[in-house]
């Protein structure tokens, strides 16, 4: 028979050497006196007929350069390496240590010596010299960190540890292996800058808290460098920056609480301290944000450190009122004529407007702004004082982005009705031409039609107009009439503006009033005395609105009216007198009512309001829900309505408990801190 040979089976150069790394170690063993059998015959031969093969196999499987190489290596690592490595290495480290002390080094001996290391296997490089030089080089810079943290300042013991850090990775890169780094620097880091954080952040004279102070914009981007290179490293610096921008801010309301105090001593007119303390607040923020950007990279954590600060004293209140009063008197003196305004560019004016949306950002009583801002946006609509409507329309729209339309809709629609009340007026007074009425009215007579749902609620009352503000009123009626069938008009006198022509014996002057004074002052038209009794019944008002309006004409500035007595209060028993003596250096002058007490109303309505939101979240969240425990619905309650307000919790609990009462909730049976939902 014919025998077939089939292929022939290579040794592959890791099979082969594996074989003879086994006999290559039990001929050492023989040689250096250890106890082992000798070779047997059929050991030999095998062993050296698997060499043989390895040698002579036909490409690519002729191993014998590889084999010699390997064997040579194991010859050097025995013969050579392990005699001498120990002392290489010490050598090494001590030149490594010279070089950092300043002493020129030959790198390149450095670098051929260390590749020896790693040609012996990166397990004997790292064992045999990495681990020894990294330790080492941990305990030179320990030596050098005691000694920089008592003699530096904070300043120059960064600068030292920067160039120490920059200058190690220059190392690795001329004769180290690159897979040191990561290794060395931990090492060092560890060494200057963790081990020493507390001592050097909290340094006297030179610290954190100093570098921020006294604006080292340089020496803090280093420190933010060194420290965001360490895990968790920036966490006591962003702390810091948090408690000084606090202290800063703290700072400035204790300022405004001072200044406030000593106008209300001096009896001076107060107000001023809000506008100056909002100024200042805006300009903490610009320069504190700019720190977050150039000195800490943006980097998260300052920005929340920031906000945490701002959220501190943005909501304290100063002299009675609070952070979001502040906030919309600054706005309302930004946006009014004759108020900041006039001295700012448009685009000032803009950049104003944008800060103010983010400081309220950081207000927890974002519904309280909206009411208060809303009164003074109605104020300066409805008498005319806005600067411009554009800047009106811009803020809204910025308010609007951040918080929501429905923040803004109310004062969007007030806007809007200025601006369809315009088109009004125009219409009204082309009725009036069309029918020849114009002269029959007597006097130039405006009607602002507001819509009651956008518009701070107004109180309206039975005034007793006089006869010629009545046949106006009654023209504009009929004309309404014509427009629609479905809308009522109620007319609000005390938002009502009126001009007189007052003739006195030395001068007539323009008076500019209020309709309500107005109607008081056009019944001394029929008589020259009139007593309180007779006033009140003809205008048939109330005693307090009375009270204001004979004190503003009678005891104020401008004594338009004389009274009998001669007291600071009125009185009923009192008699006025038109004093036609009055004269003034200016030709118009306007005769103010005393405020009335706007910050009460507006805080009770928000409180109204609070109440209404409280119970329309806790029954959107039980209705989702149906079963709930009493600590999950509060905390849910709260975090739906945070971004307009902070809901005290024992309001949100005595809403749950009028809910119950009223069939909305009711108590699990079982549990009395479970709720369900009643459909």
Not at 169 to 194: A, G, M, N
Not at 226 to 240: A, E, F, R, W
Not at 330 to 357: P, R, Y
Not at 645 to 668: M, N, Q, S, V, W
Request: proline share 2%; aromatic share 8%; charged share 30%.
């Amino acid at each position: 028979m014919e025998q077939q040979s089939g292929p022939k089976l290579h040794t592959t150069l890791e099979e082969g050497w594996g074989f003879m790394e086994k006999g290559i170690t039990k001929l050492k063993r023989i040689l250096e006196g250890h106890p082992e059998p000798s070779f047997t015959s059929e050991e030999y031969m095998h062993l050296y007929t698997v060499i043989y093969n390895m040698c002579t196999q036909k490409q690519p499987h002729d191993y014998s350069p590889q084999l010699y190489e390997k064997y040579r290596e194991e010859c050097f690592r025995d013969l050579v390496y392990k005699v001498v490595h120990e002392k290489v290495r010490k050598a090494i480290i001590l030149l490594i240590n010279e070089e950092r002390e300043g002493k020129q080094i030959d790198r390149a001996l450095l670098k051929n010596v260390l590749d020896i290391f790693v040609e012996m296997g990166m397990d004997c490089y790292e064992k045999d010299f990495e681990d020894k030089m990294v330790k080492d080089s941990g305990a030179y810079y320990s030596r050098k960190a005691s000694s920089w943290i008592v003699e530096d300042s904070c300043p120059d013991y960064m600068i030292k540890a920067e160039e120490c850090l920059k200058k190690e990775k220059e190392r690795v890169s001329h004769y180290l292996d690159s897979s040191t780094e990561t290794k060395l620097i931990e090492k060092v880091q560890q060494k200057l800058l963790v081990a020493h954080a507390n001592q050097l952040l909290e340094k006297e004279n030179s610290g954190c808290r100093v570098l921020l102070r006294d604006d080292k914009v340089d020496d803090l981007s280093r420190m933010f460098r060194l420290y965001s290179q360490i895990t968790k490293g920036l966490d006591p610096v962003s702390i810091m920056f948090k408690q000084h921008i606090t202290s800063e801010g703290m700072a400035l309301i204790q300022q405004a609480e001072d200044a406030a105090a000593s106008k209300e001593a001096s009896s001076s007119s107060a107000g001023g301290h809000e506008q100056v303390l909002m100024k200042k607040i805006m300009e903490l923020h610009d320069k504190y944000m700019a720190y977050v950007a150039d000195c800490f990279e943006n980097h998260t954590l300052f920005h929340k450190a920031l906000k945490e600060a701002f959220e501190v004293f943005c909501n304290k209140s100063v002299a009675g009122c609070s952070s979001a009063e502040l906030l919309a008197t600054f706005c309302d003196n930004i946006l009014k004529k004759g108020g900041g305004s006039e001295k700012l560019s448009d685009e000032a004016i803009e950049e104003t407007l944008e800060k103010i949306v983010k400081l309220l950002a950081y207000i927890d009583d974002k519904d309280l702004f909206a009411e208060f801002y809303r009164k003074k946006v109605a104020r300066r609509l409805l008498f005319d004082r806005s600067a411009n409507e554009e800047h009106e329309r811009s803020i809204l729209s910025k308010l609007k982005q951040q918080f929501g339309g429905q923040f803004t809709s109310k004062m969007e629609g007030m806007v809007t009705d200025l601006t369809l009340a315009r088109e009004n007026q125009a219409g009204f007074e082309q009725y009036l031409r069309e029918i020849n009425s114009v002269a029959h009215l007597g006097i130039d007579f405006t009607v602002t039609v507001l819509t009651t749902g956008f518009w701070p609620s107004y109180k309206s009352s039975d005034l007793v107009l006089p006869r010629e503000m009545v046949n106006c009123v009654e023209a504009f009626k009929v004309y309404y009439g014509t427009k629609t069938k479905h809308r009522k008009l109620t007319w609000i006198y005390s938002l009502g503006t009126c001009h007189l022509n007052a003739r006195f014996d030395q001068k007539p002057i323009e008076l500019i009033v209020s309709t309500y004074q107005a109607a008081l002052l056009l019944l001394f038209n029929g008589a020259a005395r009139l007593s309180y009794s007779e006033i009140i019944a003809q205008l048939n008002l109330t005693q307090d609105d009375l009270n204001r309006l004979l004190h503003s004409l009678s005891c104020a500035k401008y004594k338009i009216l004389l009274k009998d007595s001669n007291t600071k209060n009125i009185s009923k028993s009192d008699y006025f007198d038109f004093n036609s003596k009055f004269t003034d250096r200016m030709r118009r002058i306007k005769i103010p009512l005393p405020p009335s007490d706007e910050r009460k109303k507006v805080v009770e309505d928000v409180d109204k309001d609070r109440k209404y939101a409280i119970d329309a979240a806790l029954v959107r969240i039980m209705k989702s829900r149906k079963v709930l425990g009493h600590q999950q619905l509060v905390s849910e309650c709260v975090e739906m309505l945070s971004r307009m307000f902070k809901p005290d919790i024992k309001a949100i609990k005595k809403r749950i408990e009028d809910l119950i009462t009223r069939d909305y909730l009711e108590r699990d049976s079982e549990n009395p801190n479970v709720f369900k939902y009643l459909a």
